[in-house]
């Protein structure tokens, strides 16, 4: 009688017979696909998007039916004209709110050239480039403190691309190839 006692408390104690006990099974299940769904919904939100010198290219050929006025510095400079770098001084200092605290970036900049003259429309145009610039990293910052790994790069065409917009606009060509992160400090 007692081994007949001892297998109803055996049975008693089971999963299947606790009330209120149901099995998590089914959420886990639920929670994998949902996190499954997001990630492949990411990499294809992500994977698909166009990449920034290929919008770049699209605009360029639907505002003049693929012409532009501007001239890329390409076309101004002979290509196997000596690289020249001016470093845009003061480095940038930028604070911005992340998280609920105040945070900073400082970033020291300089421009590469083949071209003696855009490197000398920088310096003429430097207030207006200064000007965009503080603008640009206010608008990407939480992008780039949220992600600095995949947030650095893109950063740095927009960038580019801002400069060579003011160049564009009040010099006639790019004047600039690239533009080089040559310190990058967030606190």
């Known amino acids: 009688m007692a081994a007949n006692d001892r297998m109803n408390n055996d049975e008693a104690q089971t999963p299947a017979a606790l009330p209120g006990k149901k099995s998590k099974k089914p959420l886990i299940i639920a929670a994998a696909v949902l996190v499954l769904a997001l990630g492949g919904a990411g990499a294809w939100f992500f994977l698909l998007q166009p990449t920034p010198a290929a919008e770049t290219a699209e605009g360029a ?10 001239e890329t510095v390409a076309d101004h400079v002979d290509a196997d004209a000596p690289i020249e770098y001016l470093a845009l001084e003061p480095a940038f200092i930028i604070n911005f709110p992340y998280q609920g605290k105040q945070r900073f970036l400082q ?27 503080i603008n640009l990293f206010s608008a990407q910052m939480l992008s780039v403190a949220e992600s600095p790994a995949t947030g650095i790069e893109p950063l740095r065409q927009m960038v580019t691309r801002e400069i060579q917009d003011v160049l564009i606009r009040e010099y006639g060509s790019e004047g600039i190839e690239e533009v080089l992160f040559t310190a990058f400090v967030m606190q």
């Open 61 to 70: 050929e639907g505002a003049e039916g693929g012409e532009t006025h501007a």
């Open 107 to 133: 970033a020291s900049l300089t421009v590469m050239s083949r071209d003696p003259e855009g490197l000398a429309a920088v310096t003429e145009h430097m207030p207006a480039i200064r000007h965009n610039l």
